[in-house]
């Protein structure tokens, strides 16, 4: 079982639709959560992070991050053609001395106009 | 500031050759990383420098990979007889000292393809 699960989707949403991407994971000790955009053939950006458990809101997104239950999700408003693009969430656990991110596998997500 | 600069984007390979690629971080950050990205999935590190000193590998990096970055600046992965499992993105990515939660920055990457 990976340490990070993700639902590779496609996910097709038509444009102005409230997007829901979500992630479940299994260590304990992560502490660091974040959204990442990935366009094809680019690397990936950075949307959002959170530090442990609550909200963060930036714009049309909203992160989430409920540790007790070890589910995360990042929300888009107002959704455009141009946040089509694969969404990777990312966790890291510094305390533990790995300074490495593990990623889940990407969100295929689809804004139809 | 440009980003991360890598290069080249992409790179096409006999199995068994050597391949190296570079990576130029954006300038006032000590630390850099390499992952490895294959289709559907998420980036894997590879591993991790804090200015010259490379201080984490991951179990990914075989005894066929080494990566430097002899003066805490650029650094390069370098990839020896190839094999065609190696064929993936191969993405650089800084951070600043500072930065305590990694916000990382990526390049777009060098795209490798083994025949």
């Known amino acids: 079982q990976k340490e990070v699960e993700q639902d590779p989707g496609p996910l097709s949403v038509p444009e102005g639709a409230i997007v829901s991407l979500n992630c479940t994971y299994s260590n304990s000790a992560f502490q660091y959560f974040m959204w990442y955009r990935q366009y094809s053939r680019k690397g990936p950006e950075l949307l959002m992070y959170?530090?442990?458990?609550g909200n963060k809101e930036d714009g049309r997104f909203t992160a989430q991050v409920d540790k007790s239950s070890k589910y995360i999700s990042l929300f888009i408003r107002d959704s455009q053609p141009s946040d089509s693009a694969t969404y990777l969430c990312?966790?890291?656990?510094?305390?533990?001395?790995?300074?490495?991110?593990?990623f889940g596998s990407g969100t295929r997500l689809q804004v139809q106009p | 500031d440009t980003g991360v600069s890598q290069n080249p984007r992409h790179k096409i390979t006999k199995r068994g050759q050597n391949v190296t690629f570079r990576c130029d971080p954006i300038s006032e950050h000590n630390r850099l990383y390499w992952y490895r990205q294959t289709l559907g999935q998420g980036p894997e590190f590879l591993t991790y420098?804090?200015?010259?000193?490379?201080?984490?590998k991951s179990r990914l990096l075989s005894d066929r990979f080494s990566a430097e970055r002899p003066k805490g600046s650029f650094s390069t992965l370098e990839i020896q007889r190839t094999e065609q499992g190696d064929s993936a993105m191969y993405l650089c990515?800084?951070?600043?000292?500072?930065?305590?939660?990694?916000?990382?920055?990526f390049g777009s990457g060098t795209q490798l393809s083994v025949l």
């Open positions: 959170t530090y442990s458990s």
């Open positions: 990515a800084s951070s600043s000292r500072d930065n305590v939660n990694e916000k990382l920055f």
């Open positions: 420098f804090q200015n010259e000193a490379q201080l984490e």
């Open positions: 990312a966790m890291s656990a510094p305390d533990t001395g790995r300074r490495a991110l593990t």
